[in-house]
């Protein structure tokens, strides 16, 4: 499964890319104007992919078809590594289509069935992001979805990868991950809870005291 950085920070993102987990970045216009306010969405955008060169989703903040086009055009001029992140509702079908058409890859977000999958997919959108935190919220089985969306796109032939947003934790990453997404969305946060486990720190201290009671070789 790729991981797909969500951060504005480029020191963050660097730390990823060193150590060679970095597969994209998520840049969310909140997170640039939380780190760094006078910065505008499209130089960041260049400045990552310059810096790295990996896939970059990103979002539109228009709300209708011909403004989200037109922005939709405009990141994608920012870099070619842009991937356009389009709400996954009515006016967005003909930006979709007209975007796919010119090259432009583009990645539906707000997905909850199959049968979105299958219209979002059958438009030539090159990932399929499904928010499981709303259904999680909401008590529905995340996983589920994941499970279907898998089937729709592997049933239909669609070359479009499943995508998820922040898992709540390790647990649920891995289900996600056996469920057939390929790719996630992943937070500093949700990035330090896969490393932890309680008994991987108990057996850490079992062998260091281990070591501490046994006399060892002075080394010259």
Known sequence: MKIFVQSAEIAQIKEWANAELLDGVVLSPLDLAAEDPTTSVVARLAEIAVDFGVPICVPVTAINGPEMYREARDLAHASEHAVIQLPFVEDAVSPIRKLVADGVKVCTTHVYSGAQAFIAGKLGASMIALDVRDLEAQGRPSVELVEQVRAVIDRCGFECDVAVTPAQNSVAFTEYLLAGADTAYVTT????????????????????????????????
């Not at 330090?192 to 002075?218: E, F």
């Open 189 to 220: 946060e949700l990035f330090s809870s896969l490393m932890i486990h309680s008994l991987t720190d108990r057996g850490v201290d079992r062998y260091l005291s281990a070591l501490s009671k046994r006399h060892l070789p002075r080394s010259l």
